[in-house]
């Protein structure tokens, strides 16, 4: 049995469908050292899930599906040195990729084996790039904001010692400042998470 493989992607709303076409022939040749010609009857084994293919002639037909076969009928002739018949089949299994978590080694070979041509390459390479941008846009704005918070909790610990310390005014104004210092801070961190 020889296999084949026919392979092609679909892209769409940031998956990538690829699709996978498997084809097998089971060539089977026939010897009739006889002196007159015989009908043959040739009972080939299928496997789940592949289907037999259009037939390229009428006697690649079968006469007769089982559960396990198809039976083929077809003439021999007499002293038929060699008679070749082949019994193609296909299957088909698709793969969904989340196009997020494809990477530069997937595309290459994607590329190499001509499931894709440069072009799709070069947009899918694009779409990385800006993924990792994105990702990276992500993780400083989760960073900031984990400084905001700590920055909005040590103002509030602040606030408590100044109203604690009313009437001492002496004391709490280490504490004012302190707060100053952190709204500037609290500012310049909104301001560079809008930039």
Known sequence: MM????????????????????????????????DKQFDFMLNHVFLDGWELMQPQVEVEEPVDITDRFY???FPVNAKEEKTLFNVREETQDE??????????????????????????????????????????????VYEKESEIREVKETESRLRENIQALQG?????????KSLSAEEDKLKALHAQIKV
Not at 115 to 140: F, H
């Open 168 to 176: 001492f005014e002496k004391d709490s104004a280490k504490y004012v």
């Open 71 to 73: 039976q083929f009928r």
């Open 3 to 34: 296999f084949f493989t026919a392979v092609y992607l679909q892209i769409s709303e940031g998956e990538a469908k690829l699709y996978r076409y498997r084809r097998q022939r089971a060539m089977y040749r026939i010897c009739n050292k006889k």
């Open 95 to 140: 793969e969904t990729i989340d196009l997020h978590t494809v990477e530069e080694d997937k595309v290459t070979r994607w590329l190499e084996r001509g499931v894709i041509d440069k072009q799709t390459a070069g947009s899918l390479r694009e779409t990385m790039k800006l993924r990792k941008q994105s990702d990276a846009l992500s993780k400083t």
